[in-house]
Structures are given as structure tokens and as C-alpha cells.
């Protein structure tokens, strides 16, 4: 059974700081590209950032020199570094894992973590 958990969501005010983590169990993590998304209210969900199997990132324009994803493949882990946060940052956070397998494209998504910023 695949699960993807995700932790250290919460209350941050403007300016502060938040690591999400996203724990992942069932599947060849190392195998797997990661990405985090986030959904905020009323918005459709959107990509955040990716991090493939080899290590390569990308991240949107918005979180560029802010957010820095890593992964730890020993611990089965992907992690959000999120800097210099602002209301606009407001969302549930979601890690997924994909990869490709013969031809079929395999995705898991987590339960999510909400992220809060606010005076």
C-alpha cells in the first residue's frame, strides 16, 4: 500500500519560515520523481516545485529564492524549505510521486498539510 505523508504545516507569520516533509512508504522512492503543489481556497491546485529521482529541481517563478524542495532517499523523504512566506502562500500543500513504468504513468498524492500565514 503507497502513502505519501505530509507534515510541518501551520501558523507562520509574514516573513517567517516553514519545512513541510513528505514521508513516503510502498513504493522505490528512489526511483520516483517528487513534487509539491498546493491548493489554496477557491484555486485550482498548482505545482510548486519538482525534484526528479537524480536530483534535478525546478520550481514556479513565484517561489524562486524562497522555497528549496529537497529529497533524502535513505529516509524515503521530500522536504519544502519555505522562506520569507506571505498571505499569498496560504494553501493546503500536497507531495506527489511519479514515475513512468512501461509505458504507464504511475502517481500518488498525499493527504496534504495546510500552511497558514498571517499577522
Known amino acids: 500500500q503507497v502513502q505519501l505523508v505530509e507534515s510541518g504545516g501551520g501558523l507562520v507569520q509574514p516573513g517567517g519560515s516553514l519545512r513541510l516533509s513528505c514521508a513516503a512508504s510502498g513504493i522505490r522512492f528512489s526511483l520516483y520523481g517528487m513534487g509539491w503543489y498546493r491548493q489554496a481556497p477557491g484555486k485550482q491546485r498548482e505545482l510548486v516545485a519538482t525534484i526528479s529521482s537524480g536530483g534535478t529541481t525546478n520550481y514556479v517563478d513565484f517561489v524562486k529564492g524562497r522555497f528549496t524542495i529537497s529529497r533524502d532517499n535513505a529516509k524515503k523523504t521530500v522536504y519544502l524549505q519555505m522562506n520569507s512566506l506571505n498571505p499569498e502562500d496560504t494553501a493546503v500543500y500536497y507531495c506527489?510521486?511519479?514515475?513512468?513504468?512501461?509505458?504507464?504513468?504511475?502517481?500518488?498524492w498525499g493527504q496534504g498539510t495546510q500552511v497558514t500565514v498571517s499577522a
Open positions: 506527489k510521486a511519479e514515475r513512468t513504468l512501461i509505458g504507464n504513468q504511475l502517481n500518488y
